[in-house]
């Protein structure tokens, strides 16, 4: 029988803000959200991509050469590629003199996942730490997380996800069987809003996340702060009501920042967000202080 793999795009160790202690965050490729402001745009398509990097391009046209579908064209002086017909990609890389490709996502099965999360188990062990499953949207793989969920608990390692809950609700009850600690994205309280920004509307990571709170599971809401879409302070309040309503007490608030700006250049991928400021910790206090006076446990 064939052995179950996923779609990983990285696995990041010693990671200190997913979670609690030193922790491994596995990284699933696949999003059925489209967020504006996404900083890991090489996350959303459940599939394997090759980012281009220009300023190492001698402009030698090998890898154009070594791609018999065609897939990789001259667009005004950059590399074009089309991943949906490109099956040759480890020729291309491999012919480039500059190394300017780089493959993003790799199939992995569990017990490969396994090997790189045991490295660090001490580590987990002395700092209250563990593995986080993030993405991407990590539910758009559920089986194979549900089964990698089981091989870290055999090891006692306290296991997190990151998620936007957006999911059916079976797939997302078996998958919160197996979870110790919700890492909730919550990017505006509106339906149309958040479908205006992330190309779905809420009501199902609304009512997902109210069923993981009846079945008393450990939530932490987190709050990308969007300049123009939710930073305004009446946003704060509403995100306070909702919260209130629906039963969660700690909220962390992400502002927004541009660290993932060069990889829609390296895909081919437009980026709505150019040119947006960025937020810094010191800019949400305010926001912040909505969210302590209303009694929640909120950090930045």
């Known amino acids: 029988m064939e052995e179950k793999r996923a779609i990983i795009f990285n696995i990041q160790k010693f990671s200190i803000h997913d979670g609690p202690g030193i922790r491994t965050v596995v990284f699933f490729k696949g999003c059925p959200l489209r967020c504006l402001w996404c900083a890991n745009p090489e996350s959303q398509i459940g599939k394997i991509q090759i980012s281009w990097d220009d300023t190492k391009c001698v402009e030698c046209n090998k890898c154009v050469e070594s791609c018999p579908e065609g897939s990789i064209i001259n667009v005004n002086g950059r590399k074009q590629i089309d991943t949906n017909k490109c099956e040759n990609w480890e020729t291309i890389i491999k012919e480039c003199p500059t190394k300017g490709f780089t493959v993003e996502g790799e199939y992995k099965s569990v017990d490969e996942i396994m090997q790189e999360v045991l490295k660090d188990k001490v580590f987990y ?24 969920l089981k091989e870290l608990k055999k090891y ?14 079976q797939i997302f009850e078996r998958f919160i069987e197996h979870i110790d600690l919700l890492l909730y994205d919550m990017k505006h309280y509106d339906p149309v809003k958040h479908k205006e920004a992330t190309n779905v509307d809420n009501k199902i990571t609304q009512a997902n996340m109210r069923t993981a709170v009846k079945k008393g599971k450990k939530i932490i809401a987190r709050i990308p702060v969007i300049p123009g879409f939710n930073d305004d302070l009446k946003d704060a309040k509403e995100f306070c009501k909702l919260l209130k309503d629906i039963g969660i007490k700690e909220v962390n608030l ?8 060069k990889k829609y250049e390296a895909l081919g991928m437009e980026y709505k967000m150019k040119g947006i400021k960025q937020l810094h910790p010191e800019d949400l206090k305010e926001y912040q202080e909505i969210f302590l006076r209303e009694e929640f446990d909120c950090k930045i």
Not at 127 to 148: K, N, Y
Not at 156 to 169: D, L, V
Not at 254 to 261: K, N, T
Request: no cysteine.
């Open 125 to 148: 062990e002395e700092s209250g730490g563990g593995v986080t499953l993030s993405g991407g949207e990590v539910l758009q793989q559920a089986d194979f997380a549900i089964e990698l």
């Open 156 to 169: 006692g390692i306290h296991r997190a996800a990151e998620t936007t809950g957006y999911a059916a609700p």
């Open 254 to 261: 992400l502002p927004f920042h541009q660290m993932g700006e």
